[in-house]
Nanobody, 126 residues
Framework: QVQLVESGGGLVQAGGSLRLSCAASGHTFNNQALGWFRQAPGKERDFVASISRSGRSTSYADSVKGRFTISRDNAKNTVYLQMNSLNPEDTAVYYC???????????????????WGQGTQVTVSS
């Protein structure tokens, strides 16, 4: 069983930055493709970014391209989401997800992810 624990959320002013972390345990970390999704109040959960097992392939939602960067440290069993130039539309609960054993980059296909974290709140004030 894979366990994912997100951290790093909080309140930030528009234009600011945050770095989210997701620590994974319970399964060989480098055998998991990983992703970040977010859900704003009253909206569906949306894809944000994903990264392949090796880290060589990354994908981003159009809304965050050029502002967010996903990375992973297989030695620390952790995936990161660096978020810059934040705006109020980025306010949401951010979820880490793992696609155990998936070859390649699962991108925004939520059904390919079989483990999810509990989420961390990010609030961007104007």
């Amino acid at each position: 069983q894979v366990q994912l624990v997100e951290s790093g959320g909080g309140l930030v002013q528009a234009g600011g930055s945050l770095r989210l972390s997701c620590a994974a345990s319970g399964h060989t970390f480098n055998n998991q493709a990983l992703g970040w999704f977010r859900q704003a109040p009253g909206k569906e959960r949306d894809f944000v970014a994903s990264i392949s097992r090796s880290g060589r392939s990354t994908s981003y939602a159009d809304s965050v391209k050029g502002r967010f960067t996903i990375s992973r440290d297989n030695a620390k069993n952790t995936v990161y989401l660096q978020m810059n130039s934040l705006n109020p539309e980025d306010t949401a609960v951010y979820y880490c997800a793992a696609a155990r054993g998936f070859l390649g980059n699962p991108e925004g296909v939520a059904s390919l992810y079989d483990h999810w974290g509990q989420g961390t709140q990010v609030t961007v004030s104007s």
